[in-house]
């Protein structure tokens, strides 16, 4: 009874949190996308790159800049990796190898944080922090950005420019992402997080044996590991580890900044495009279903039928960490899945077949329950236009959203987004089941060796990072067939978005008009689930059918 209860607190408590942060960090996130005026800072930033602040880009230019940026940044950290014996803070970790540094490099630039290895193992202190940790933030600055972009096309009107890359990624850094970090870094430590540069300890057990422990500069990553959905964890156990994650409190204050930005956008969202009604709108879609997520994993896991152990134990506590227990851990499991965020507190793997499936259904619908950072709100906006194409459909009119029409252009564009991850997670999971040697690497067989093989293309296409831990993926091949799917599944969207965002901002808005769908009502939130999950069951249920349905029922 005492767990229940502190059950429902830390979800009431997570919930009140986001709630108070919504208005003042969302009104704040709309004023640094939207302000003229420059920091000192931000223009020795610009005076060094090249690059003038007050000029503006078509949406050609601004996804030129995108996908050059991250290349640069994707050759920089592979590079890191395979050098990093000769740099200083190495703390005798050996050079990566090739596939291993093309597999990490992919993942960090793209926001997926996806790790074949152990971190305390492989990474020295420099390329965690200089590597690593710089990726975190500016990977998560980039999906702000393009959302940013998206906002614009309701915006602007017959013109061709929908801001300036370079502004938005150095502001959305300097005055969101480095200053909250810092803050959280600090309470984390006061949480009793570590911050040090501390190498490989040997220590001697209450048993009387010995391990090595890696210390290393922990909570400075921690922070911004959550707060930019990215998930690397400077440990293989990730937030599972104790020195990451100590505590009730950290674990509580983990999820709250791996959510917060995510669901304080719509009301950016709102602010930008005057109507604030249409950000509740959307923040409500999220909310409902993530809470109704939390719902069915954590019911899976308290009332499992899987072990007679389990019952003993009041729920299925295997996989999990007894200083969380249950609650906190099907929490943790379900905002990481519903954000592109990898960090985990417990093993996947290990959850029921309910449990295990909820998880990866919520990367199939595209993690935008909150989402990412930027990309959750893009993403539902996206199926927002669809609905809204469909309403217009029911009724034999031109749909218009926010004032644009949505005419073919702006449909195929939101078509190619919904069909490009859908097509590169199963693509990849068909052809990882028809290679011997992939099947393999499988713990399990059956279903559930199924599901980890879709949980892996699920988790690298929708640049989430999280695994069912039950698959051996430090292969040639697994590396380099995840690392193409986390780069696919992350740039090709935003070629999109970003050229729906142009599509909309040539548009003169029309008028409002006795015909035009009301997109703030509880109706058009119901028509939008409606959707949503339409989409997503229609794409991916014959998959899930040969996975954790399959483990279910047996």
Known sequence: MNETLAGWLQVIALIGALALSFRPLGDYMAHVLTT???????????????????????????????????????????????????????????AVSPALAFNTAASFVTNTNWQAYSGESTMGHLVQMAGLAVQNFVSAAVGIAVVATLIRGFTRKKTSYVGNFWVDLTRIVLRILLPISFLFAIVLVAGGVIENFHGIQSITTIAGDHQSLTGGPVASQEAIKELGTNGGGFYNANSAHPFENPNAFTNWLEIYLLLVIGFSLPRTFGTMVGDKRQGYAIVAVMGLIWASSVAIVTANELHSVSSS????????????????????????????????????????????????????????????????????????????????????????????????????????????YILTTPAVVLVGAGIAMALPGERAGMLNTGPHGFSEVLYAFTSAANNNGSAFAGITVNTDWYNTALGLAMLFGRFLPMVFVLGLAGSLAKQQPVPVNAGTLPTHRPQFVGLLLGVILIVVGLTYFPALALGPIAEGLH
Request: net charge positive.
């Open 309 to 416: 152990a389990g019952h003993l134990a009041g729920g299925m506590m295997e996989g999990k960490e007894q200083r969380f227990g249950i609650w906190a851990s099907a929490l943790f499991a379900v905002s990481t899945t519903l954000t592109s965020c990898g960090a985990v507190n417990s093993f996947h793997d290990s959850f029921t077949p309910g449990g295990g499936g909820m998880t990866i259904f919520n990367m199939m619908l595209g993690e935008i329950a909150p989402g990412g950072t930027g990309s959750g709100l893009y993403g539902i906006l996206i199926l927002a236009i669809v609905a809204v194409f469909v309403a217009g459909l029911m009724v034999g009119r031109t749909p218009e959203y926010l004032g644009k029409k949505l005419t073919g252009r702006e449909m195929k564009f939101a078509s190619l």
């Open 36 to 94: 003229g005026k420059h920091w000192r800072v931000e223009r020795m930033v610009y005076r060094a790159g090249g690059v003038d602040g007050d000029a503006e880009q078509t949406w050609g230019a601004y996804l030129r800049s995108v996908l050059a940026f991250s290349l640069i940044s994707l050759v920089f950290l592979y590079g890191f990796q395979r050098l990093q014996n000769h740099f200083l803070l190495s703390i005798g970790m050996k």
